[in-house]
Structure formats: structure tokens, C-alpha cells
């Protein structure tokens, strides 16, 4: 476990990028499930029109990180032309963007020559 904290920088920007990403959906996600439940079935098409790109977003983004990178700076781009208002701007703009923005930037490089954790595991199996 003491290789987990001496991880490249890139290391650290996917890991951020993730991070951040995973909050910011996972909290619209379930703050638009609340709002459908609590108004019923008329409601239902608004939810998924909202929910369902932001939870497609996240399960992009930790399959395949560069194009869930820029669904996520897509996605803070639509949320900006779509919604205003500062709270607006900072709640649903600013993670998904610089969440995208992490993860483009530690696009590049090894994840086990970055990261001597992931590179001793295979040492540590052999017997």
C-alpha cells in the first residue's frame, strides 16, 4: 500500500477527473430521482432526459476516459447554454468541465510505469 501515494501526476488527474465526475452525476442523478419520485409519473420523461445523459456521461468516463472526458466538457457546455445563474454555473458546469479536463490530461502515459503499486503487483503474485 505504500506505493499508492507515489503515483504519477497523470495518475492523479485520471484519478481526480474520475473523482469528480462520479460526484457530480452521482449527486444530479439521485437529486432528479428524488424530485420524479416526489411528483409522480408526469414528471418520469423530464427525469430521464436529465438523468440518463449525466449517468451515460459517468459509465463512459470510467470505461473509456478520453471520450468520457469530452461527453463530460460536452455536457458542462450544454449545461451552461442551457441553464443560468452562478449556482448553475458552479453546480452543473465547472465538475463535469473540469472533470473532462483531468481526465484528458492524464490521457497519456503508462499506468504501470507511473504507479509502482501497479507495477510490483505482478512481483508480489509470483511465488
Do not use: D, N
Amino acid at each position: 500500500m505504500s506505493g499508492f501515494f507515489h503515483c504519477g501526476s497523470r495518475v492523479w488527474a485520471r484519478r481526480a477527473g474520475l473523482l469528480l465526475i462520479t460526484a457530480w452525476a452521482g449527486f444530479w442523478v439521485w437529486f432528479v430521482s428524488m424530485v420524479v419520485l416526489s411528483e409522480g409519473p408526469p414528471s418520469y420523461p423530464y427525469g430521464a432526459a436529465i438523468g440518463l445523459p449525466m449517468l451515460a456521461v459517468l459509465l463512459v468516463a470510467w470505461k473509456w476516459r478520453v471520450v468520457g472526458g469530452l461527453l463530460a466538457i460536452g455536457a458542462g457546455c450544454v449545461a451552461a447554454w442551457k441553464f443560468q445563474g452562478s449556482s448553475a454555473i458552479l453546480l452543473l458546469t465547472i465538475p463535469p468541465i473540469l472533470g473532462g479536463l483531468l481526465l484528458l490530461v492524464g490521457k497519456h502515459g503508462s499506468r504501470r510505469a507511473e504507479c509502482p503499486a501497479a507495477s510490483a503487483a505482478p512481483a508480489l503474485t509470483r511465488s
